[in-house]
């Protein structure tokens, strides 16, 4: 370890630990806009110089590495003067629009001009103006904002070991662009957001929807791929902005891809099941959800007289979904009779793009499922549908027909007497081939264990209230008590599954 002084405040560090780290992680504030704690040390915007003893020139703390009795100060005249100096160059070409800036509120810039910064400009001269401009992808990139600190340059470079971002021409006229022009391609743009201090690069999808100090973080999982990166859900008035990384060192350290961060979207681009439906002729129409499973419940139980049924189990759902199919399974079909829906992507593209979070297999909870006993099952329930065992279908946690079944099972799948599903949206599939229809929450309605290819089991909980108003647990629950069984007491339940995830 390492002892200094800050501030008169003796501490002690590791070694090898700056003077900028070695402020931060005793509570001293000093102020930062190229460092960023996942990048290479670059100090280019030296809004981060104090004062060490015996050293003839004001330093920048994020470069400095701590010595015995090194003697700094953050705070005195010299550093403070020296910062409201740099302060007044970063913003000599900066527009004095924070009201009207997307960023405002989740701004470095903004925060150190308000805190260290002088209250008027003695710049007279006319600020540089460059148009803003789409450059591709997911992103909107305005130079007007932008502080030259490198930190997006870096963070493709480095992290996404992808060159297509950089920095053009020198002084006054610097700007930062693609190589060549072109359009942004990389996988991972919502991280170049991220670690732009300022507003100078800005999300299509986010910017101008909302401002950020009305959103409410609630932390979640992304569902999209099995590496299950953990996040946070951006949320006002029951609706969600917005998705952004949430530090886990294990999984995703600070990153998720724009896959992940997009996955709230499909609440807009699928319409919700928001009524159970039963079909009558080719179409289906709203019942109560009781009438639902009362016709549910007929329909397994007569194939437990005359044939058979087949649970088509995707990985969508959570550990506890999948228990609760299981439950009701168990005395009305057999294992063979169980499928588990995984969908593996080839993900070359993905991984060129620098994408390297990303899972091939596009089911969340795959080792969940296998926790559970469940398996693919497809060849078995393929050849019970050939020869008339099975007549019918429950399809749970799972996008109905996706690229998740083999083609020769949907062929035969399509074909069957009798179909429902437990969904949460809607698609031209389900319409055409489903009997009953019963809500489910959507990933982020829900709370559930789902465990991830690493094997960690992670909880996710509901970031919006539901709006169909079912619950999944309501659905077994009935379900059950329809078929004879005794209802399921779900937080008991929910622990026997603690235990089975924990003894597996
Ligand atoms: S666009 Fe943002 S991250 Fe990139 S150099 Fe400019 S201020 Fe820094
Ligand atoms: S890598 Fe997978 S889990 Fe992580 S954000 Fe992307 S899609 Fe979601
Ligand atoms: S943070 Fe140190 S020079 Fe930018």
Wanted: charged letters at 30%.
């Amino acid at each position: 370890m390492i002892t200094l002084t800050i501030n008169n405040k003796e501490i002690s560090v590791p070694e090898g630990t700056t003077v900028l780290n070695a402020a931060l992680q005793n509570g001293i504030e000093i102020p930062h806009l190229c460092y960023h704690p996942k990048l290479k040390i670059r100090g280019t915007c030296r809004i981060c110089l104090v004062e060490i003893e015996g050293m003839r020139k004001l330093e920048t703390a994020c470069s400095m590495v701590v010595k015995d009795d090194m003697v700094v100060s953050t705070n005195n005249e010299k550093v403070e003067k020296a910062r409201s100096g740099v302060l007044e160059f970063l913003l000599i070409n900066h527009p004095l629009n924070c009201p009207v800036c997307d960023q405002a509120g989740d701004c470095d810039l903004q925060r150190y001009a308000r805190k260290y910064g002088r209250d008027h400009s003695r710049y007279i001269e006319g600020k540089r103006d460059f148009p803003e401009h789409d450059i591709g992808g997911g992103l909107v990139r305005n130079m007007n904002l932008c502080v030259a600190c490198t930190r997006c340059i870096r963070f493709a470079r480095d992290i996404l070991g992808v060159e297509e971002y950089g920095s053009f021409y020198r002084g006054n006229d610097q700007q930062i662009g693609i190589y060549g022009g072109g359009e942004l391609k990389n996988a991972m743009q919502g991280c170049m957001v991220d670690v732009c201090p300022v507003g100078a690069l800005t999300s299509k999808d986010f910017r101008f929807k909302k401002r950020v100090w009305f959103l409410d973080q609630k932390p979640s999982i992304c569902l999209k791929c099995a590496k299950g990166c953990n996040t946070f859900v951006e949320v006002d008035d029951n609706k969600i902005y917005r998705i952004v990384p949430r530090e886990n060192l294990d999984i995703n350290d600070v990153w998720m891809c724009d896959i992940g961060r997009r996955a709230y979207l499909d609440m807009d681009d699928k319409e919700p099941v928001t009524s159970s439906m039963m079909k009558s002729g080719d179409k289906l129409f709203d019942v109560s959800l009781e009438r639902a499973i009362e016709e549910l419940a007929v329909e397994i139980k007569e194939r437990q007289e005359n044939g058979s049924f087949a649970l088509i189990i995707g990985t969508g759902a959570s550990i506890e979904e999948m228990a609760s199919a299981l439950l009701i399974a168990s005395d009305n079909i057999g294992p063979e009779q169980i499928s588990l829906t995984t969908r593996i992507e080839d993900i070359t593209e993905e991984k060129e793009a620098g994408n390297f979070l990303i899972d091939e297999d596009f089911s969340p909870n795959t080792a969940g499922a296998k926790k559970l006993g469940i398996s693919d099952n497809s060849k078995n329930i393929e050849s019970a549908i050939e020869s008339k065992k099975i007549t019918g279908a429950l399809f749970v946690g799972c996008e109905i027909f996706d690229s998740a079944l083999p083609d020769t099972l949907i062929k035969k799948l399509k074909k069957l007497k009798f179909a429902a599903a437990i969904t949460d949206r809607i698609t031209p599939e389900i319409t055409k081939y489903m009997d009953i229809v019963v809500p489910a929450p959507h990933w982020s309605q829900k709370s559930g264990t789902y465990i991830n290819s690493q094997g960690n089991a992670q909880r996710i909980e509901a970031a919006v209230t539901i709006t169909n108003g079912v619950s999944s647990s309501k659905v077994f629950a009935d379900l059950a008590a329809e078929l004879n069984k005794t209802s399921v007491d779900y937080v008991k339940f929910e622990k026997e599954i603690e235990k089975r995830v924990a003894g597996n």
